[in-house]
């Protein structure tokens, strides 16, 4: 085979990838056995430190919430676990309806006209919408808000190179005026600092500009918050992970992706539909899937094929067990939790609220000494939160080295007065070495 193709050696089959990454070194002893590599590995993981571990404060599309235990033993059945894509209907009716219950539930909650059947998470589920909003208007232009959270920011840009798609990252309040020529106008609410933002406004400068609307939420936040639905959007996106899924060490997550009815033939991922067959007993079908593989490839909307229905099943059972007063008590508690930590936090001297204005179940914190330092000394006090400077793009150029502090129904008092005492702690020995 090797002389047919023309070359010497498999080795020679490698040579795109670099030599000093063929056969990397693991850190590992030499001559290990399994058993003494097991051991190894083992002492490494247990290094690890957990989110139940101590005071957690991390959040944003990412978020540690309460999963009720009927959850994980309804969706790893095995009939959910083992199922594949749900090609041939006939075999594949327990799937295809727990896809359809999951997208029913989301329009509802999104109060949109149609959901698919999730994407890989929020962050490909934005960057698909604004390929779909390419697609509809015929524009290169995406304007998108640096109040955007980062990865989904990036992950728009990585796409958008093949594409060839024409970025512009501005502030929220400078969406308006940047909303001519363009395909969309994308806009987060809550943003990924907590900050509630007035969307209608922001939708109706981008239909007058021949535009659409897109964006992107939070399932808890809907509890409680006017839905995309009625705040104008044109497609709405999110990460599900909350609704019941585990943080675990990133993924899989659920990319929810949802439209008007007007705009479903360019929708990607696939859409499970309800029907009748000729006896008119009721069944379930793939009512739509715009994969390249589906129909001719000029007309695909993308190459999505494997959908996270494993995750989408968890959000449904979940948003099933809580119903909306469920699901409206936990956002509640996040909601509580995040306004009293900050006015305690907001009392300490030399530290502030920087949000711009109201706020969900976030905030970020501004202190004297920075978020990037503030962070590592909680950190050594086993308590976990983010700095903007570690992560957004636009912080050095904003001025914005903040901390961001998230709340969800899993916050407790212990963990709220642990954070302020040592907020209080670090800040005071701070000044007190600056005074001497």
Not at 13 to 23: C, E, H, S, V, Y
Not at 216 to 224: C, K, R, S
Not at 325 to 347: D, P, Y
Request: include cysteine.
């Amino acid at each position: 085979m090797l002389e047919r193709i023309g070359v010497r050696s498999v080795d020679e089959l490698l040579t795109a990838i670099p030599q000093d990454a063929r056969r990397p070194k693991l850190g590992l002893a030499p001559g290990m056995s399994e058993m003494e590599v097991q051991a190894h590995l083992e002492r490494l993981a247990a290094m690890n430190r957990t989110a139940t571990s101590g005071p957690f404060f991390i959040g944003g599309p990412i978020q540690r919430r309460y999963i009720p235990a009927a959850v994980p033993v309804l969706a790893l059945r095995g009939e959910f676990l083992t199922a594949y894509t749900p090609y041939q209907p006939e075999v594949s009716q327990g799937t295809l309806q727990a896809g359809f219950e999951y997208q029913s539930l989301m329009a509802e909650l999104l109060a949109m006209d149609v959901v698919n059947s999730s994407m890989y998470d929020g962050a490909s589920a934005m960057a698909e919408a604004a390929l779909m909003a390419v697609r509809l208007t015929g524009r290169k232009k995406v304007v998108v808000s640096s109040d955007v959270d980062f990865v989904f920011r990036r992950t728009l840009r990585t796409y958008a190179r093949g594409a060839e798609l024409d970025i512009h990252d501005v502030p929220t309040a400078h969406l308006v005026a940047t909303a001519e020529g363009a395909a969309c106008l994308i806009v987060q609410h809550p943003d990924a600092f907590g900050t509630l933002v007035d969307v209608k406004s922001i939708g109706e400068a981008a239909h007058a500009a021949g535009g659409l609307l897109i964006q992107v939420t939070e399932p808890h936040a809907l509890a409680l918050l006017e839905p995309p639905g009625a705040l104008g959007a044109d497609i709405a996106v999110g990460e599900g992970q909350p609704l019941g899924i585990p943080m675990s060490y990133g993924g899989p997550h659920l990319g929810i992706f949802a439209c008007r009815m007007a705009l479903v033939r360019q929708m990607p991922g696939r859409i499970a539909g309800q029907t009748v067959d000729a006896d008119g007993i009721r069944g379930f079908v793939n009512t739509l899937q715009t994969r390249e593989q589906h129909i001719r490839r000029e007309k695909a909307t993308s190459n999505i094929c494997t959908n996270e229905a494993l995750a989408a099943i968890h959000a449904a059972i979940y948003l099933s067990l809580l119903g909306p007063q469920g699901l409206r008590a936990a956002a509640q508690a996040g909601v509580r939790h995040a306004h009293a930590l900050a006015k305690r936090l907001g009392a300490i001297p030399g530290c502030q609220v920087a949000n711009d204005g109201a706020f969900f179940d976030r905030f970020t914190l501004r202190t004297e000494m920075g978020g990037w330092a503030l962070r590592l000394a909680l950190l050594e006090r086993s308590i976990q939160v983010e700095a903007t400077a570690s992560h957004y793009v636009d912080g050095k150029r904003r001025g914005r080295d903040d901390v961001i502090l998230q709340c969800t129904e899993l916050t407790n008092d212990s963990d709220m007065d642990a954070l302020v005492d040592a907020v209080s702690e670090i800040t005071g020995s701070r000044q007190a070495v600056a005074a001497r």
